[in-house]
């Protein structure tokens, strides 16, 4: 609560920085439900509100009067699904973004020994497989949510981070956390404090750097090392460019069009072209005769083949089980895969 208090204390003084006259419009998610209705506070906002009003949703509309400003999204009649941007369950607290599965630390040995280990112990004990594909995959896509843990749903930032580590994220951490205590309270104690904690982060990102670029170079040998370094060297040419993304086009006769509305229509253009273009169709030859035979049985070896052609770091398909899954569990997945093809064809009651 105290540092709420210091945060609004501040946009006060923010605020009144400004030159009178000024129109402000400030655009954030302040956490807060300034609730239904507006009775008693109709000069700030209007009745479409979210919820019951919080204890920040009240800051909201304090620092509103104090400023003689208004909530203006609550002006405006809403759909739901438009109005709530948090979400847990029955309470809306928690924002909707679709969260990942960290299949890519399969990678690391250890991951998926434990991986196994605990697909093992969800299954009873067994090595095998259930026959069954939809007790399979939720057991194995459970196991994993469990092991490796999902992600946060967040948009990757684009910084050169490829070598961060929990070590590192400690640190950080605990230097944030310095800082705050150090602004709160401004003692020559508290200072030292966040001093030495910043050398500290320092000397412990440079060997997390070190450690990452001797790995890297330890596999420079493997297709695995390749797409690393790949990897980075894109991202290092991205880093280097002034301007991520060229907002321009050509028309038909080869003039640069910069106008969004300009732009938009050749794409239209361009698209109403390629999708309505007639080409010639090869004559179907009639009256040959099809031959029916049975389809060869897919044998382990053939399965055990497929898996190691099948290449890692893959998206995955709706089951959103990758292909790094099946390495992992080896011959277990064998069977399970042969015995599935087979119920494929035809061969095998499934």
Known sequence: ??????????????????????????????????????????????????????????????????????????????????????????????????????????????????????????LGGQVVLPDDW?????????????????????????????????????????????????????????????????????????????????ELYTRLDTREGEKDLYRLARQRDRDGKDVQQVRVIKDRNGRVLTSEESVQRRWKEYFEELMNEENEREKRVEGVNSVEQKVDKNRKDEVRKALKRMKSGKAVGPDDIPVEVWKCLGEAAVEFLTSLCLCLNGEEVC
């Open 134 to 214: 939809e007790t399979t995959a939720e057991v194995i896509r459970e196991t994993g949510r469990k092991v490796l843990g999902v992600s946060s749903g967040r948009r990757k930032e684009d910084k050169e981070t490829w070598w961060w580590n929990e070590e590192v994220q400690d640190s950080i951490q605990r230097k944030r956390l310095a800082k705050k205590k150090w602004d709160m309270d401004r003692t020559e104690e508290n200072r030292q404090e966040y001093k030495e904690l910043q050398c500290r982060v320092k000397r412990e990102v440079s060997k997390a750097k070190q450690k990452a670029y001797d």
């Open 1 to 122: 609560l105290e540092e709420k208090e210091i945060f609004w204390s501040e946009l006060d003084e923010v605020m009144e920085s400004i030159p009178t006259g000024e129109r402000v419009v400030i655009g954030a998610d302040f956490n807060g439900h300034v609730g239904e209705g507006n009775t008693g506070d109709e000069e700030v906002m209007g009745k479409f509100g979210v919820k019951e009003r919080n204890l920040e949703g009240q800051m909201v509309v304090d620092f509103a009067k104090r400023m003689d400003m208004a909530v203006v999204n609550t002006y405006f009649q809403k759909r739901e699904e438009h109005r709530v941007t948090y979400k847990s369950g029955e309470e809306e607290a928690k924002i909707e973004i679709e969260k990942k599965t960290k299949w890519w630390k399969l990678k690391k040995e250890e991951c998926c020994e434990e991986f196994r280990q605990k697909l093992r112990q969800a």
